[in-house]
């Protein structure tokens, strides 16, 4: 306890803070919320410790007001411990918790607007995102900022719907509603085979007696991971403790949210990027007061201000996109656990596929390996198989829009894969087509002299987007059109490689009377867009749906009984060593989507390479020894997780001034005893938003103690105002 008068350390959420020294203005404990200004601007931060007494007394400032809420001493030990590993400043970590602006403050009156009918007028794609913007968010009144701002549409649009009297202003608040808060209670709705009530026994024993420990929930796709985890945040909610349950945005679908429901008997609290600015406050502090107690939510929900938190739950655990890479670099699954550890309570780590990582601490003992090898309900594993391109060949097709005079197109679709999707229109079933790339065609190149449309502002080619008429920029997202000549030599343009759309052009014909739904971040730009095709396939209202990742995990459709692979190669041979277990991952996940239901799935997968370990793996159900032989290799070239990476990208907008301060951090690179340092070289990208950029790479084996080295080396050289270095500890990214 610290009173009123005392020096002590504030820590505030900004970047580069690591604490400044302040007088109290009252009582407060270590942890404890408080106001302070720095340079005139005010903050929130929290009381981190006894001041450091560089200051004199004279020149300290005196806190402002101190709130009745405190940051438990194990968060702030897990902020001091996360700033270590990521070597962020804890002031930069803190800003992940304390992220909602005027989290303290009175809410601001503002006009609010609700959605009334629109069904009469014409919904271009901007007015429907602002209909998904209200739908995402329970058709709660929202501020035209909030609109704006979930919705990425222009203050025109917005005009245009309120004069048009699709947006009517409702009475303005002052604070947001809570309806979202409930009371749950278990419904027993769900009745556990054999393997999974084996599972929840086992976590739900750690969780009555307390105390860490980590549950690698592995279990094949179908299996009811869910339902076993659901059971575990049971015990903890009615112990009185606090439930994160954390998934991929992409996860984050009305299937889930019925599922909870069912199993809760209430909806539950969601956090995510699209939620109004009231809502983000109020669930914040729901969370804050103990009001909230369970969440579902991205990897942003770890960092809410949990009280007496009792279970974390990380589904899909070796989802890439649990790693933070913006504002700075950590991964939210590797944090989780090391919140459930300081905190002393267990967390659940639940695959289908896991992270070679989770899988070594799992060989290792240090993880509980609990498995489901049944898919729930009596459905069975679909039949998977390949199809060599090097003797199959696509055939051509005339595009539907073709002028009569065309030539016909190359296709990208085999005859038995075309088969297969005949005989499943026939059987009444539906049909999903996957291929990681967006767009029409990836290059855009010059038949005559090799021309290839590059981004100016980066060293990447753009993507052609017949949907939209323009190329795109999928670094940085400029567009462009698309040229009717070569700009060099004025030779014929034409258009190369598949992506989506041209899948969905080839589909419409060759199966004209399909109906057909194309998924990709380009079409899909909101959970509620998202949910809409789900309940239109559940419906039976697509026959064919064509698309990206965003379909590889947490759907689940019974009736849709074929799975095919346009391009299982991609990905395959990429630089990265990750390359072959992110590929197996993916495909694995997207085989799974098959015959989830009372018909038995298939799989076909298009290849040049039917041989490849990783698919005769996906093609076998073996998991386990396309794993083993993936890291024997890691094991002998000392890569994750037999070993350590820490990534320096150095960015700066003049090439020369950046290759001369690499050349002075090469030079200030210190000898690493266990491992070594390589680079300055050229990033796999060298240019994003016209940015250059160089990259080091610090290896070291498991034992090494890297962090430290690396925060000493980048003590001793000051880059100048126009360069930026990103620290990237664990990179799962090699761009």
Known sequence: MFNAGDIVKILIPNVVNTGYDYRLGGDAELGSYVRVTVMGRPYVGIVYGLGDGKIPPEKIKTTGEIFPYKMPITDLQWIQKMSQWTLMAPGAVLRLVINVPDAFAPPRTEALYVMTDASAGRMTESRQAVADAFAGNDNTPMSISDIQNIAHVNRSVINTMIKKGWLAQTDARATAPTDFIHNYTDTGCVTLNTEQQAAADAIGGAVDNGGFAVFLLDGITGSGKTQVYFDAAWRAYSRGESVLLMMPEIALTAQFMERFTRRFGAPPVVWHSNLTAARRREIWRGVLRGDVRMVVGTRSALFLPWQKLGLIVVDEEHDTSYKQEEMGNYHARDMAVLRARIAGFPIILASATPAAETLKNAADGKYHHLRLTSRFGGATLPTIETIDLRTARPAPYRAPDAAADSDDVPGAL??????????????????????????????????????????????????????????????????????????????????????????????????????????????????????????????????????????????????????????????????????????????????????????????????????????????????????????????????????????????????????????????????????????????????????????????????????????????????????????????????
């Open 414 to 735: 085999t005859p038995e894969l075309c088969d297969a999707i005949g005989q499943t229109l026939a059987a009444g079933r539906q049909t999903m087509l996957f291929i990681n790339r967006r767009g029409f065609a990836p290059i855009t190149q010059c038949k005559k002299c090799g021309y290839v449309a590059m981004c100016p502002d980066c060293s990447v080619a753009m993507t052609y987007h017949k949907r939209m008429g323009k190329l795109l920029c999928h670094m940085c997202g400029r567009t462009a059109p698309m040229p009717p000549a070569c700009p060099d030599c004025g030779g014929a343009i034409s258009s190369r490689g598949a992506g989506l759309e041209k899948i969905e052009e080839e589909v419409a014909a060759k199966f004209p009377a399909a109906r057909t739904a194309c998924v990709s971040s380009d079409t899909i730009m909101s959970r509620a867009a998202l949910e809409r095709l789900v309940h239109k396939m559940e419906a039976g209202e697509i026959d064919i749906i064509i698309g990206t990742q965003i379909l590889a995990k947490g759907h689940h459709f019974p009736n849709l009984t074929l799975v095919g692979v346009v391009d299982a190669d991609m990905g395959l041979f990429g630089t990265d060593f990750r390359a072959a277990e992110h590929t197996f991952q993916q495909l694995f996940q997207v085989a799974g989507r098959a015959g989830r239901g009372d018909t038995p799935g298939r799989v076909l997968m298009q290849t040049y390479q039917p041989n490849h370990p990783v698919l005769r793996a996906i093609c076998d159900c073996d998991r386990n020894a396309f794993m083993a032989s993936d890291m024997d290799a890691r094991r002998v070239a000392k890569m994750p997780p037999y070993g350590q990476l820490i990534a320096l990208i150095i960015e700066g907008e003049k090439e020369s001034v950046l290759q001369q301060f690499c050349g002075q951090m090469a030079a200030a690179a210190p000898k690493l005893a266990g491992g070594r340092i390589m680079g300055p070289v050229p990033a796999q990208i060298y240019q994003i938003r016209n940015m250059y950029r160089m990259r080091f790479l610090i290896s070291g084996d498991a034992r090494a103690s890297l962090q430290p080295v690396v925060a000493h080396w980048l003590g001793k050289v000051r880059p100048p105002a126009n360069i930026r270095i990103k620290i990237d500890v664990g990179p799962q990214n090699f761009m």
